[in-house]
């Protein structure tokens, strides 16, 4: 916000009273000059919203300029997928960013907590990509996802890797977001059992995590999806034939 202060003085203008005289008369001379050296109003102090070249004060432009800050720019292009609930796209777009609370960047952030370790293993330290990428207790759900779909699993894993998994498989469109949506359930499932681990009274079992993946993927696919109901059977043995219209 800047603020404009109009207080410098008009430029006074030039005559010639001798030559006004002249053509004029003497008073008419000087009725002109005292007009001339008038100064012009003006105009009051105010405040300009340089975000702006009109000057004018937005709330949209103070909102971009407020996310610029506090969330910066990561250079990902956020992802959406219609057939899961928005909850779950919001957690892949915190997952890209890293903007999930893992112990790891929850210590970063002055918070004192009694472990670090991932409690899924209960080795390493518990960051966004140990959690969904290395960590032995949850990244075998990624290569029974590939057997599941006949796909092959990215080349090198990584968290950005697996959020995109889905463009670089040969599948068709429709395919691509059907395994899009799986995906995102799968990151889904891993969080909701980290949180189970570390909050709830009964420990999960790491071992129906799979299954848990295929069932709420397929409920709520078959619910979102408006070309047809899926085939349960296919969707256990060949998902990418299951939503064909029947």
């Not at 005292?34 to 070249?53: H, V």
Request: aromatic residues 10%; hydrophobic residues 45%.
């Amino acid at each position: 916000m800047v603020v404009r202060l109009n207080n410098k003085a008009a430029d006074v203008w030039s005559t010639s009273s001798a030559a006004e005289a002249c053509r004029y008369g003497p008073q008419t001379a000087d009725v002109l000059a005292s007009k001339k050296q008038t100064a012009p109003m003006i105009p009051p102090d105010r405040y300009e919203w340089e975000l702006e070249g009109s000057g004018a004060y937005l709330v949209a432009s103070a909102r971009l300029h407020i996310d610029s800050v506090v969330l910066g720019d990561s250079g990902v292009m956020t992802r959406w997928n219609k057939l899961v609930p928005r909850k779950l796209n919001i957690l892949m777009w915190r997952v890209l960013r890293d903007r999930i609370p893992t112990r790891l960047n929850l210590r970063d952030k002055g918070i004192d907590l009694h472990s670090v370790l991932c409690p899924g293993c209960d080795v390493i330290g518990e960051s966004t990509r140990h959690l969904f990428v290395t960590c032995i207790a949850f990244s075998p759900i990624w290569h029974r996802m590939a057997m599941w779909w006949g796909v092959p699993t990215p080349s090198v894993l990584s968290v950005d890797a697996l959020v995109r998994w889905a463009d670089g498989v040969t599948l068709n469109r429709e395919a691509k977001m059907v395994f899009d949506a799986v995906i995102i359930v799968a990151f889904w499932n891993i969080w909701s059992v980290r949180n189970k681990l570390v909050f709830g009274s009964e420990k999960p079992r790491k071992d129906e995590m799979f299954d848990d993946i295929r069932i709420v993927s397929y409920f709520w696919i078959n619910n979102r999806r408006r070309l047809g109901k899926m085939s349960w059977d296919r969707w256990l043995i060949s998902p990418h034939l299951a939503y064909c219209t029947m």
